[in-house]
């Protein structure tokens, strides 16, 4: 089974701060994904990344960056936190290929921003 | 661009009864057709999907058929358990002349609650 983690469930950090939010999979997948989930929105694309140092804005980029330095790894950077970026964070892999290959979730990372 | 839209929600029924979820989509292209599930405090499942017009996609009692003619991807099941209690996403996938990047457009998503 693929594996999809993220490297915190809960977070808490302060206007202004820097944030990082990690993830990470176990299946050599090509493309890779942020996506923040609020209620009544579903989920909306942040970033994704269709592979090796590769990305591309999604539908909301505004305040954020990503890196992807290695195959496995994709890093949402909330550059300078703000209370409006507070909401569920969930990352998603999936391999390169025809359009019905699904993507593959993480849990999720709920950060709040006081 | 692309969207999906999904019935309000919330969603509450008794056990065994049957459920409807409906999905409509606008798309450029074939879309594939995809219905994700979130079970509380976990993240998104893939519980089935359909890549062509007329395909059915079916999983763990749920079904849901593309129809190209409405535009919907309608999820169904029979007979729910209070265990399908859970958030139900309905999304479609990109598609450009063979070359996929599988973002997927979401719908906002329906909490279906199921009691006893």
């Known amino acids: 089974d693929v594996k999809v983690t993220q490297s915190s469930r809960y977070l808490v950090k302060r206007t202004g701060e820097k944030v990082f939010l990690e993830c990470v999979q176990d299946?050599?997948?090509?493309?890779m994904f942020w996506y923040r989930q609020d209620p009544g929105l579903g989920l909306r694309l942040i970033y994704f990344?269709?592979?090796?140092?590769?990305?591309e804005k999604g539908d909301i980029p505004e305040g954020y960056s990503v890196s992807r330095e290695k195959k496995e790894r994709f890093s949402l950077i909330l550059e300078s936190a703000s209370t409006n970026q507070t909401s569920m964070y969930l990352c998603?892999?999936?391999?390169?290929?025809?359009?019905?290959?699904?993507?593959?979730f993480g849990d999720g990372t709920r950060l709040s921003i006081l | 661009g692309d969207s999906v839209t999904q019935m309000e929600g919330p969603v509450t029924l008794s056990e065994e009864a049957c459920l409807t979820i409906?999905?409509?989509?606008?798309?450029?292209?074939?879309?594939?057709l995809f219905w994700y599930v979130q079970y509380p405090g976990e993240g998104l499942q893939l519980l089935l999907k359909?890549?062509?017009?007329?395909d059915k996609g079916s999983n763990k009692g749920f079904e849901a058929t593309y129809r190209k003619e409405t535009t919907s991807f309608h999820l169904e099941k029979g007979s729910v358990q209070v265990s399908d209690s859970a958030v139900y996403f309905c999304?479609?996938?990109?598609?450009?002349?063979?070359?996929?990047?599988?973002?997927?457009?979401f719908g906002q998503g329906t909490i279906l609650t199921v009691h006893p």
């Open positions: 998603a892999s999936r391999r390169q290929g025809q359009s019905n290959q699904p993507q593959h």
């Open positions: 299946m050599d997948h090509e493309n």
């Open positions: 990344s269709y592979d090796v140092k590769m990305k």
């Open positions: 409906n999905c409509t989509y606008t798309a450029t292209g074939y879309p594939s």
């Open positions: 359909a890549t062509k017009a007329d």
């Open positions: 999304a479609l996938s990109d598609f450009f002349g063979g070359t996929s990047y599988g973002k997927l457009t």
